[in-house]
């Protein structure tokens, strides 16, 4: 079992900057096991999207929206993933929810809401 939890949502001015911190607990097994990461998102009129996701191994992949202005970055040693999101946009604004597999299972966390004004 992996448990998710997001921090670092809030309220920011258009052009401005946000991390996002998505810190994992859980048994050491399941952590360890984590083989993929990845930032959704949600608005009250959309469906989850994703924003960021990457696999052991691979390069990020990233939504075209957010390409160029958003990093995805991982700290194994803290078991936490990242979302740098910068020249934020007021169609940003959503639910930021973290995700992870490991060992065939998917986690989500509760969510974090990030809101941009114009």
């Known amino acids: 079992q992996v448990q998710l939890v997001e921090s670092g949502g809030g309220l920011v001015q258009a052009g401005g900057s946000l991390r996002l911190s998505c810190a994992a607990s859980g048994r050491t097994s399941s952590i360890d096991g984590i083989n993929a990461v990845g930032w959704y998102r949600q608005t009250p009129v959309n469906q989850r999207e994703l924003v960021a996701f990457?696999?052991?191994?691979?390069?990020?992949n990233y939504a075209d929206s957010v390409k160029g202005r958003f990093t995805i970055s991982r700290d194994n040693a803290r078991n936490t993933v990242y979302l740098q999101m910068n020249s934020l946009k007021p169609e940003d604004t959503a639910v930021y929810y973290c995700y992870a597999a490991s060992r065939g299972m998917d986690y989500w966390g509760k969510g974090t809401l990030v809101i941009v004004s114009a």
């Open positions: 990457v696999t052991s191994g691979d390069s990020p």
